[in-house]
């Protein structure tokens, strides 16, 4: 496969705003030494890292300054890359190895 251009990069696209804002303060303290690529487009913000980005719903709530569920954050969710887990605590983002 020599053109193979496969990309590991997984993560959340959010509408621009303060659930955005939220979010990349909160995976920043979630996945610690972790390296973000964070891209604002104006209307939306695509966040990617190589792998596995999760989001608690405790640091999201911290960062929001009220309770806020993960049913809340998927309003916000425009897109994602990788494939996605979500339980009531967390949202994780991740990518299945095939061998």
């Not at 705003?17 to 610690?32: K, L, Y």
């Not at 030494?33 to 596995?52: C, L, M, P």
């Amino acid at each position: 496969m020599a053109n193979d251009q496969r990309s590991n990069s997984v993560g959340p696209v959010l509408r621009t705003g303060d659930v955005a804002d939220a979010v990349i303060e909160a995976i920043q303290e979630d996945n610690p030494g972790r390296e973000f690529v964070i891209a604002d487009k104006v209307s939306y913000v695509r966040i990617e890292t190589e792998g596995e980005c999760i989001i608690r719903r405790e640091t999201l709530s911290k960062h929001m300054g009220r309770p806020f569920s993960i049913a809340e954050l998927e309003l916000d969710l425009t897109s994602f890359s990788g494939r996605v887990e979500t339980t009531d605590d967390q949202i994780r983002f991740y990518l299945q190895r095939i061998l």
